[in-house]
């Protein structure tokens, strides 16, 4: 048939693929791989794993549409690729979904999965399905379990009692990365605090590591990833110093960033939660304190971090003598203070710190000044002054500048024996026990004479109990408390009778570790083959959103770091490189139920076809940017395909023919796009490679129509090119030129063409484009470049849309080949 049908296509194609398997990762090894294995260079591009939560949405067709252009070009490259997929089966939405909906999570959850599988094939996505996992199946979380048991024995999972972050609305515990502005990244309660004993992993031993070890990373992940990062593990240098309490035996030890203003402590603040407080607190101040605690409980974490709000605060009755100059200090309890950061205790010097003035202000405390910064008296303006400036007041460092003064300090207080260099960091330890039943139970068994008994390797995994028909609704505990059969077990050390751990574990440690899965799937020996492991990791390419630009990453890191001490694999980094795609929103906005602007990637894929919703995610901007649906042109794509299909079937010279004798022209445009997509491809600025296809196909055409004639070899030259550089994002079109052109499938094989440098450094015009008469981007065009070319080229430009910003586009005038004047509106 004549006519491109988007639909008889995607049907005709796709059971095809599915026969032929081309993107089986070692594809090319023997019957025997250890006797002869694949030969090609192996690359592997890792996708973040979707949440089984309904079907596919347009963020995920934008994602893994990324990921899969940079798969297929790779496989083009002639490389031996790895891209694999999987689900990130358990977690909370399925348990309130099934709740909600009377059912079992686990059927919501294969449901969604069978769904989402479906919808990744129809988008013809380059999954090599073979290595296929779900996190919660027993045979993943065997070893999710095993590996808790290895960090355990290393000390680096625990249990302790604490204040966690609890949200009402879920009835679980969240890690403070899950507190979003005070609220359940969930569900969006407000999130108070509980005591309860909980399982932590001691990520904070790592903190150091984590943060050298992003020198790996510098130019390969985004630069504002590694920032939240360098931010989240938050390393602060100083001092520790030690205040001696009246009254009190051992010292108290505070975490200054600057020691230099020592001289300028004029009272000492403890967090009113501390054992600290309880203990320091005077009898006559007992009352007024337990009140001030009963309030700060009621507080929110957002209220407490907001520098806004008021300072409040109680003396404690008791007074700490400040080391350098023996000067007696009120200690006060504040919330301003945090009780799990530094020592929870701090020395206050209202002069140079804001918090500390403000406070100072509110209960009348004196404020000292102690660096002269030729900033007006603090205690006059309100204003405190961090900065830069000489010592006064200070008699050890009078005269010294700020850096100097600070070590100076510390010097001399490691010499008095008062104090010490010190670091502190903001990480805290991951908190990993849920009070959820959807998740990796923790294989502890808790036995009366025994304590904490590890489960033995031989019996692993422990598997959840089925609870089919069991209420699920949070209480608080777990609901595997509740499956008494399943909780009742014997002791693997005694043998008495002895209960399993009933929490289960955050799915953030599932999906710590599955990249090192897809390696070895089925591997039955241990959590991966560390020999395939060897061959594959790390990961050449991640793909994923921006939201795990943190924890995801973070403990992903740490897992790998801690297998790497444990000699499990041989590097420290897992992911070489980062790409973050950017939202699609719709009409500027996210797009949400409340605000109606929903688009329905279902829906998009019906009317317009795959190829033609991949090309416009991937034609729509740079990978980062966010995509606004309401500005992109489905239609227009599909239009482009339409337009490239229908050369295939205008070739009239044979397969294999030699092209050297061809139309010259075409050939250098030919050439000349096949070098800029090549390098285009490799530097992610897709969008500008799919628009240097669009000059191709027009080039081609008007070779066919007006040129030499569709037997020129030139011009199958073109559309075999143009076929297989169409493969990474439109592969349905891609795949039936291929076959209108002579060849056999799949053109996902093909091999990417090469060029002729010759003939790809052909001549060429400079063509400005100017924004409001403003000269905004130039670039190369060939001297024959069309009007529309010319035109297209210039507003898929980066540097205009920068300078059109929000603006509407009122005219655009081309004069081909040299000028384009865009006049907004
Ligand atoms: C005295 C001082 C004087 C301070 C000065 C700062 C400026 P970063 O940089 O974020 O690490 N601090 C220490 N522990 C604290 C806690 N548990 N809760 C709230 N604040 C705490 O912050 C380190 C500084 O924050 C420390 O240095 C301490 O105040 C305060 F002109 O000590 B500083
Ligand atoms: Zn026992």
Known sequence: ??????????????????????????????????????????????????????????????????????????????????????????????????????????????????????????????????????????????????????????????????????????????????????????????????????????????????????????????????????????????????????????????????????????????????????????????????????????????????????????????????????????????DYVLADYGTGAIMAVPAHDQRDLDFALKYGLPVRVVVDTGEPDPAETGIATPGEGRHVNSPVIDGLGKDEGIQAMIEWLEKQGIGKRGVTYRLRDWLISRQRFWGCPIPIIHCDSCGEVPVPDDQLPVELPDLRGADLAPKGVSPLAAATDWVKVACPKCGGEARRDSDTMDTFVDSSWYFLRYCSPGYQDGPFNPEDVRRWMPVDQYVGGVEHAILHLLYSRFFTKVLYDMGMVDFTEPFKALLNQGQVINQGKAMSKSLGNGVDLGEQLSTYGVDAIRFTMAFAGPPEDDIDWADVSPGGSLKFLQRAWRLSGDVQSEPGVDPANGDQALRKVTHRTIKDVTELVESFKFNVALARLMELTSATRKAIDSGPGPADPAVREAVEALAIMLSLVAPYTAEDMWERLGHEPTVALAGWPSYDPELATAESVTAVVQVAGKLRDKFEVSPDVTEDELRERALASEKVRNALGDREIRKVIVRAPKLVNIVPG
């Open 1 to 334: 048939t004549d006519t491109y049908d988007f639909v008889r296509i995607q049907n005709k194609w796709l059971p095809v693929w599915q026969q032929m398997n081309p993107f089986r990762a070692d594809r090319l090894a023997g019957d025997d791989p250890k006797a002869a294995p694949d030969p090609r260079e192996r690359r592997y591009l890792l996708d973040m794993f979707p949440y089984p939560s309904g079907d596919l949405h347009m963020g995920h067709g934008e994602a893994y549409a990324f990921g899969d252009l940079i798969a297929r070009y790779w496989l083009q490259k002639g490389y031996n690729v790895l891209h694999p997929i999987g689900w990130d089966a358990f977690g909370l939405p399925a348990e309130n979904a099934a709740i909600r909906r009377n059912l079992h999570p686990a059927e919501w959850t294969w449901a969604n999965i069978e769904t989402q599988a479906e919808s990744f094939r129809r988008y013809a996505v380059s999954f090599d399905w073979s290595r296929r996992l779900h996190t919660c199946e027993p045979e993943y979380y065997r070893w999710t379990q095993w590996l808790f048991l290895r960090f355990y024995e290393r000390g680096l999972a625990y249990r302790k009692a604490s204040l966690v972050n609890w949200c009402p609305q879920d009835q679980t515990v969240l890690a403070n990365e899950q507190v979003v502005n005070g609220a359940c990244e969930r569900c969006g309660a407000t999130v108070t605090k509980r005591e309860l004993t909980q399982w932590y992993f001691k990520i904070t031993d790592y903190a150091e590591r984590l943060l050298k070890d992003m020198d790996q990373l510098e130019g390969r992940w985004p630069e504002r990833v590694l920032t939240m990062q360098r931010n989240w593990i938050g390393r602060s240098e100083g001092a520790y110093v030690d205040f001696t309490i009246e009254g009190r035996e051992e010292p108290v030890t505070v975490f200054t960033t600057r020691p230099d203003t020592l001289y300028g402590a004029t009272f000492f603040v403890v967090a009113p939660e501390s054992r600290l407080a309880q203990e320091i607190c005077a009898p006559e101040q007992r009352e007024a304190f337990e009140e001030y605690l009963a309030q700060v409980k009621r507080t929110s974490e957002i209220e407490r971090l907001s520098t806004e709000r008021e300072k409040t605060g109680v003396f404690l009755g008791a007074y700490a003598i400040n080391p350098v100059n023996g000067e007696r200090i009120p200690v006060w309890a504040a």
